[in-house]
């Protein structure tokens, strides 16, 4: 895997959306030929046409990532990667036709668009069909070798065999009798090296699963191992990587202090993370305030009560907020005084709650909440003061999280359900301690354009 600002990203996939980029600029340039030729005139140098191009190129990009082509259901399902492809080249040709309003010379005409979408769509499925009908899957698998035969091992074994897993475990070696859980792994005493038992499954990486390692640890074979080229990883770095979760079971505070994460190089991408959240939250604030007009009118029909509602939040470094949000539950949501989990089909939720909850409506009024700078664009979902206590009891490493702004979408929001449990925090925090540990503008950029995805196709909206 390739290491993109802190984020990690398989080669495969980097290759695949370089290929499909290239697809995209000779779709553009192709379109504006097609044009030429059937419009009489020559099409000129190509610098004439670059930025808008490349224009074309870049916004249909960014929306085949924001509509999932590159998760794992998109890399492996034709069915599924056509869907979002063509929703994807609408949205970039959608986006296109707004930016050449106010950008006219930064986009191509709209003959051009037209043929290059559909040249576009025609080239793209032709390189995932082509994809899927040779490499298909394995081209995105990994060979993985696991050390240990343990209940840690068994926790790699279950998240290799998760449906999109992009990993492969071509065996497992016991390091000790008391390992069990994995019956078929094969004893250490079995390999004569093991350097050259990697090499013969053609391993790609070895992880390191031991539940015991104080005296335990091979050093030299895991030196042999690493002279072959092979890369070796312990399990917590390893199924934070794969995940994109700081996994809770397996780190531990040495594992965090002495990791590259949390650096200070930071400061300086919060300075342009506060410039853009002043600028955004203007900006989609002017753009959103007739549709929250239209919800508040909505809400004021529906059912009794005010149409915003203010509640007390968490925000960075635990210090108390208010945070606005239009009503989407009954008023007497919360009778007794005391505050409830959201669940599945919540009763508590209106008609019209139930909508604008889903489209993300109610979130519209805290863009005053970043403007101000209680919150970002991206960070961390606030939560209630009594269950931030609860759940700090519960869960170690909970303050850390407070350790960024809390935000309106998140590394949490957009790949896992709203949390309704403590269970559910719990997965939740293992996200927000990875967007703390390794934020980047570019972690940024992905969080929002997936964002986008969980809009359109609602995932887990409560």
């Not at 080249?89 to 010379?105: D, E, R, W």
């Not at 668009?113 to 899957?137: D, E, K, P, V």
């Not at 939040?313 to 539950?329: A, E, N």
Request: proline content about 5%; charged content about 20%; some cysteine.
């Amino acid at each position: 895997m390739v290491r993109l600002f802190k984020h990690y990203v398989p080669y495969a996939v980097v290759w695949l959306a370089l290929i499909e980029f290239c697809a995209l600029l000779g779709a553009a340039e192709g379109a504006w030929h097609l044009y030429a030729w059937q419009s009489g005139f020559d099409a000129g140098p190509l610098g004439e046409r670059a930025l808008p191009v490349a224009t074309f190129a870049v916004a249909n990009s960014l929306a085949m990532m924001a509509t999932g082509m590159y998760g794992n259901e998109g890399l492996r399902s034709m069915r599924f990667a056509t869907a979002r492809l063509l929703a994807a080249i609408s949205l970039g040709v959608i986006f296109l036709a707004v930016l050449g309003f106010l950008l006219p010379t930064a986009t191509l005409w709209r003959a051009n668009s037209l043929y290059a979408m559909g040249i576009a769509i025609g080239a793209l499925f032709l390189i995932r069909l082509a994809l899927t009908q040779s490499a298909g899957a394995d081209a995105f698998r990994r060979r993985i070798l696991v050390l240990g035969a343990g209940p840690r091992a068994a926790r790699l074994a279950a998240l290799a065999n998760a449906p999109g897993s992009g990993l492969d475990i071509v065996g497992f070696v016991a390091m000790s009798a008391t390992e069990t859980a994995v019956p078929h792994a094969i004893p250490r005493q079995q390999i004569a090296s093991l350097a050259d038992h990697v090499v013969a499954l053609g391993a790609g990486e070895v992880v390191l699963a031991l539940e015991e390692r104080r005296k335990a640890l091979p050093l030299a074979d895991l030196l042999r191992v690493k002279t072959t080229g092979v890369h070796v990883n312990d399990i917590a770095s390893f199924i934070e990587r794969e995940t994109g979760r700081v996994d809770l079971a397996t780190t531990n505070p040495s594992g965090l202090i002495f990791s590259d994460g949390f650096s200070a190089g930071q400061r300086i991408s919060r300075v342009g993370k506060r410039l853009f959240d002043i600028a955004a939250s203007l900006i989609v604030l002017v753009i959103g305030l007739p549709l929250m007009i239209v919800a508040a009118i909505a809400v004021k029909l529906d059912s009794r009560g005010p149409v915003l509602y203010r509640q007390p939040r968490v925000g960075l470094f635990g210090q108390p907020y208010d945070i606005l949000k239009i009503r989407s539950m009954r008023t007497d949501a919360e009778a007794e005084g005391k505050a409830v989990w959201a669940s599945a089909n919540d009763p508590r939720i209106t008609r019209v709650g139930r909508v604008i909850r889903t489209l993300r409506i109610d979130e519209l009024p805290q863009l005053w909440c970043v403007l101000k700078g209680d919150m970002s664009f991206v960070g961390p979902r606030p939560e209630r003061p009594s269950f931030v206590a609860e759940l700090e009891q519960a869960l170690p490493y909970y303050a850390e999280r407070h350790m960024v702004k809390p935000g309106l979408t998140g590394w949490a929001q957009i790949n896992y359900p709203y949390g309704a449990s403590v269970d559910d925090a719990r997965v939740k925090l293992e996200y927000d301690l990875y967007y703390a540990k390794n934020y980047s503008p570019f972690l940024d950029l992905l969080i929002l354009l997936q964002t986008v995805r969980v809009v359109l196709w609602p995932e887990g909206a409560r």
